[in-house]
């Protein structure tokens, strides 16, 4: 099939985009955190997977190698299928996917649609074992610096201690908001997103 849609996004809806690609819609289902970075009349370009059954034929969009890996990879599981695997790459980054798996967080996985308390544990275990079997993902979702580095000294991490996080509240949570809103947000803004991030993570923990 194809690897990639190149166009014009002609429409926007939940979870999905419209692609105009020389004339021709394509209806590209996209992560929320994917949707929020494309905009109606903008020129994009989508990494594509094609999940095709008898009944059905659907087309996924990812704007990096990394976040395509991730959901090929979600897929291999027993129990996760292409909604949920999407519901993941929505509610986390790759990094912040590799951070849960890493410190077996079972509550950040759970935040994902449709993941509940045993399919989360049974992605974390998997995704461990298959690590240390495949150089490929090991690499995808070994520690990135982002984790290695926070810490004291990053301001987002502590501005969290100070309003009382416990390192590693503040160390999950600071390392998400990063991910999630990039390079360009103020420490201000990435702090709302951690604290945010955080009362989520408490709600789904009740």
Do not use: W
Not at 37 to 58: M, N, P, V, W
Not at 66 to 85: M, S, T, Y
Not at 113 to 128: F, N, S, T, Y
């Amino acid at each position: 099939m194809f690897a990639f849609l190149r166009g014009t996004v002609a429409a926007t809806a939940v979870n999905r985009i419209i692609l105009d690609v020389n004339g021709i819609g394509f209806d590209v289902q996209v992560s929320d955190s994917a949707l929020r970075r494309l905009k109606r009349g903008q020129e994009a370009s989508l990494l594509t997977y094609c999940h095709i059954r008898e009944d059905s034929f659907q087309i996924f969009g990812f704007l990096s190698e990394e976040e395509k890996a991730l959901f090929v990879e979600c897929l291999d599981i027993n129990g996760v299928g292409p909604k949920a695997a999407l519901g993941i790459l929505s509610v986390l980054s790759v990094t912040a996917f590799a951070m849960a798996i890493q410190e077996h967080d079972v509550a950040a996985v759970t935040r994902a649609p449709g993941v509940g308390k045993k399919l989360a544990q049974r992605i974390i275990l998997e995704m461990k074992n298959r690590m240390g079997q495949h150089p490929e993902l090991n690499e995808l979702l070994g520690a990135p610096d982002s984790i290695k580095t926070a810490g004291e000294g990053d301001d987002v991490y502590e501005a969290l201690i100070s309003l009382g996080c416990t390192p590693v509240e503040a160390k999950k949570a600071a390392t998400y908001a990063r991910e999630s809103m990039g390079e360009d947000a103020t420490d201000e803004d990435l702090v709302r997103a951690a604290l945010r991030s955080l009362a989520k993570a408490s709600h789904v923990k009740r």
